[in-house]
């Protein structure tokens, strides 16, 4: 079903991003690219920090002393972005991938699994942070007050998920979904999966039980997220319509905030382009 649903996300995306091209002008926005010349690739530069400060955040959550090395960590969550971001797995399947890698390599399966799963939550909860900086940025903008309503109250609704998800971890998720699992099949492979478990709730627990590490990994989550600034800025002075770092900052909030909501359209294609429209 998922899968499906990325497949049907995948094509709205593709044809909101193609609606808006055709919207501004195929040929203006052709002009536009091929005027820039050589220097947009320069934009691709201000993206290095993200995937590094990402794997920075990801040891982290290892336990201390078992971290697996820097360049492991590094290509792993570089294959799985590259996943999340080409192929409709509702940017789940690349996760599912980093901790494969890992275990691949030789590092503990309960560790590799737990991390992934507190990772993906950092995430959000950096995608909340980030956010809300946005909405921050809105009022000072003085956008429709309306609008900043609207983004408040699902922050909040995202924020309370996400709380939820945390303390449905600590409870034993992993041993919860896999007893639900052998209930209905009946299968043998289930019933072979519980040990291995109660393992990754354990890791998962001791790894929120690390708050100091947490903390660590949320604020470099979060200044990767600040960082992609420079990906607005960048892109806006070569493409000839410069803005100042607040603007780039409030656009590079907002859109990419509703692009990582919208998960299940492999690499938001529309989405994200949709949301500069909308705030631009």
Known sequence: MTKVLSYIGLVIGLAVMTGLIVWQGVSEVSELILSSGWPI??????????????????????????????????MALWIGRAINTLLPVASIGGEVVKARMLILWGHSKPEASSSVVVDKTIQVFGVIIWGLIGVALLVHYSVEQEMIAYAITGFAVLGAGVVGFVFAQKAGLARVMVNSAHKITKADYFENLKDGAERVDACVRNTYARHGRFALA?????????????????????????????????????????????FIIPNAYGIQEGAFVVFG
């Open 218 to 262: 949320l604020f470099w989550r979060c200044l990767a997220l600040v960082l992609q600034t420079a990906e607005v800025w960048v892109a806006a002075y070569i493409l000839g319509h410069p803005i100042t770092i607040m603007e780039a900052m409030f656009l590079k909030a907002m859109t990419s905030t509703i692009s990582d909501v919208a």
């Open 41 to 74: 690739l320069l934009v691709a530069l201000a993206w290095i920090p993200t995937p590094v400060l990402g794997a920075i955040t990801w040891r982290l959550l290892f336990e201390p002393g078992k971290e697996p090395s820097f360049k492991d960590v590094f």
